[in-house]
């Protein structure tokens, strides 16, 4: 005889709360995953110009994620990091950056 009887109301209850608590997890940590796919998952950088700024941009093949890289010249850098919603930035310049998980980047001068 066991120890501890379990009915299949606190199994289908325990199977409920770690499914919750998984899904919970998933979504805090939504963009420190995109973070550990791996390099091969990238495709290449493409480059552009945006309002005056040398971008790089790449778009993850196995996820809904993209990432930027500007450039105005030599005096401001700036990253976005769209892991699975839209990511913006404002560089000390002023001007306003938006990039999309498909990997759209736009831009606007103050």
Do not use: C
Not at 13 to 39: C, D, H, I, K, M
Request: hydrophobic share 45%; proline share 3%; net charge neutral.
């Amino acid at each position: 005889m066991p120890l501890v009887r379990r009915s299949r109301g606190s199994v289908l209850l325990f199977a409920v709360v770690a499914a919750l608590l998984a899904f919970t997890a998933f979504s805090v940590y939504r963009g420190a995953a995109a973070n550990l796919l791996p390099q091969s998952s990238w495709g290449s950088w493409r480059q552009e110009e945006v309002v005056q700024w040398s971008v790089h941009i790449r778009v993850n093949r196995w996820t809904h994620a993209a990432e930027a890289e500007l450039h105005m010249g030599k005096s401001e850098d700036l990253s976005l990091r769209a892991y699975g919603a839209t990511d913006h930035g404002t560089a000390i310049t002023g001007e306003t950056f938006t990039l999309t998980p498909d990997g759209e980047l736009t831009g606007s001068q103050r």
